[in-house]
T-cell receptor
Framework: GQNIDQPTEMTATEGAIVQINCTYQTSGFNGLFWYQQHAGEAPTFLSYNVLDGLEEKGRFSSFLSRSKGYSYLLLKELQMKDSASYLC??????????WGAGTKLIIKP | GAVVSQHPSWVICKSGTSVKIECRSLDFQATTMFWYRQFPKQSLMLMAT?????????EQGVEKDKFLINHASLTLSTLTVTSAHPEDSSFYIC??????????FGPGTRLLVL
């Protein structure tokens, strides 16, 4: 079957750095996405990785290793507004998005 | 970036009535749109994939006669919840895909069936 694993919840301190991991087993691979979802709101697109390596976008970076079926989202200089759920999703061989359950990130002052 | 709108954002209705939710891609053409449902503190659940001009593809366990999807144009898809019941109360979110890559989400519609 197809599976996306990410931690259920993480806690970090304002100003610090946090890394949210995602591992996947899917039938084929056509890219990995990270979305941010604040409570009560719809997800917003953060990043897309299809080749191995690190993609940096401001305070957020996303890394992919296809051989290991692994990705992480790195958030630097954490702000209180970064408290949200972070969803990892993989596009499989049929171009279907397979969603992880999300990681709830709690930022403490 | 790509913008997707949804209307209405909130709807409260009586049990047995039908509710229509619209999803529009505002600044791009979306050949494919997706409808999701999300219950509190749970992950997104894909309900159906909608392709412009053809019938929607429903996920297993989703009743196509209850959740009617119409994708009449490259910028508009509608979801109609027919004969809604309290258990249909949920957060319904649409998304639209630009080409083959990224899905952009609408702001969601909260449905409360009394």
């Amino acid at each position: 079957g197809q599976n996306i694993d990410q931690p259920t919840e993480m806690t970090a301190t304002e100003g610090a750095i946090v890394q949210i991991n995602c591992t996947y087993q899917t039938s084929g691979f056509n890219g990995l996405f990270w979305y941010q979802q604040h409570a009560g709101e719809a997800p917003t697109f953060l990043s897309y990785n299809v080749l191995d390596g690190l993609e940096e976008k401001g305070r957020f970076s996303s890394f992919l290793s296809r051989s290991k079926g692994y990705s992480y989202l790195l958030l630097k200089e954490l702000q209180m507004k970064d408290s949200a759920s972070y969803l990892c999703a993989v596009k499989d061989s049929n171009y279907q998005l397979i969603w992880g359950a999300g990681t709830k990130l709690i930022i403490k002052p | 970036g790509a913008v997707v709108s949804q209307h209405p954002s909130w709807v409260i209705c009586k049990s047995g009535t039908s509710v229509k939710i619209e999803c529009r891609s505002l600044d791009f053409q979306a050949t494919t749109m997706f409808w999701y449902r999300q219950f509190p503190k749970q992950s997104l659940m894909l309900m159906a994939t909608s392709n412009e001009g053809s019938k929607a593809t429903y996920e297993q366990g989703v009743e196509k006669d209850k959740f009617l999807i119409n994708h009449a144009s490259l910028t508009l898809s509608t979801l109609t919840v027919t004969s809604a019941h309290p258990e249909d109360s949920s957060f319904y979110i649409c998304s639209a895909r630009d080409g083959e890559v990224t899905q952009y989400f609408g702001p969601g519609t909260r449905l409360l069936v009394l």
